[in-house]
């Protein structure tokens, strides 16, 4: 797989319990996301499950010929290898990823940030 960026939404297959190829939110920052960088991608899976969680964002995925409601699970954060991501879906909005930034920021526990 070539570059990701910040907000691509890519389709991969990572390991354990998430295992299946299913869309996933690359949340790593872009100067980490070159190729001469660590082999994995910092990334959060989608659901469409809705659940009213502050750490559950809401955004709309392709799908077919239209869109699909979809939250990003930002609990789920983890570290694919960059091997296993087969391709970029699409791209979230700026609303859409800066959602997931403050959702981030209060799960994670940053202050100031």
């Keep these: 797989m070539g570059g990701v960026s910040r907000g691509d939404d890519v389709l991969a297959a990572a390991a354990g319990d998430y295992g299946k190829p ?21 990334v959060c899976p989608f659901t469409s499950h809705q659940e009213d ?15 699909r409601a979809s939250w990003v699970m930002v609990d ?3 570290a694919v ?13 700026r609303q859409e990823l800066a959602a997931v930034e403050v959702a981030m920021v209060d799960l994670l526990g940053f202050v100031g940030a």
């Design 22 to 42: 299913r869309p996933w939110l690359v949340v790593q920052a872009d100067k980490h996301n070159r190729a001469d960088r660590p082999d994995s991608i910092l």
């Design 81 to 93: 290898k960059r091997e296993r991501i087969r391709s970029v879906i699409a791209k979230v909005s």
């Design 76 to 78: 789920k954060l983890m």
């Design 53 to 67: 969680l502050a750490y559950r964002v809401a955004v709309k995925l392709p799908f077919g010929s239209g869109e």
